[in-house]
């Protein structure tokens, strides 16, 4: 059986330094892989003001944390500089498409999640696909705003059409 993992952008610091929201959809991934080792990896993120500013892509980041922590370069497919959750899956779908996969995997966190469902239904929609949600260890104080951000972010997707 032949998964493509998705590991949707977080922030990172100007120094590239991954923040706790990247960290933890970084080692859900990894403990994903540590289990499925027959998985091909695309990690999303470019650049941008509200998440990365330092002159390398955030999934350049991303693949070297993960490459740190013992996955092969190989698994890695093209990944893309998007700039948001939308771009992610504008930019990942014709990979998804060509590759067939018998499963697609998206990790994101967990307060992220039902944004990213809804975003990747619209712009995606390939049948075979598994959301696991990465658990945020951010203090109730840093979480709180998040998880209303998505909510709205949310409510206005649903009355709405990209």
Not at 8 to 26: C, F, K, T, W
Not at 77 to 102: A, G, H, W, Y
Not at 146 to 159: G, I, M, N, T, Y
Request: charged residues 20%; glycine residues 4%.
């Amino acid at each position: 059986m032949k998964k493509l993992l998705i590991v949707l952008g977080a922030p990172n610091g100007p120094l590239g330094e991954l923040s706790q929201i990247a960290q933890d959809r970084l080692a859900c991934a990894l403990r994903f892989y540590n289990a499925n080792s027959d998985c091909w990896i695309v990690c999303t993120g470019g650049f941008g003001q509200h998440f990365n500013t330092t002159d390398k892509p955030h999934f350049f980041y991303a693949v070297k944390y993960l490459t740190d922590n013992n996955v092969p370069a190989s698994a890695f497919l093209e990944c893309p500089p998007s700039s948001n959750t939308i771009e992610d899956f504008q930019m990942t779908r014709d990979l998804v498409l060509e590759k067939q996969p018998d499963i697609v995997v998206i990790i994101t966190s967990d307060f992220h999640l039902a944004r990213a469902r809804a975003l990747y239904t619209r712009i995606i929609n390939y049948p075979k696909v598994i959301f696991v949600p990465a658990s945020s260890s951010l203090p109730e104080a840093q979480l709180a705003p998040l998880v209303e951000h998505e909510a709205r972010a949310l409510k206005k997707l649903q009355e709405n059409t990209l």
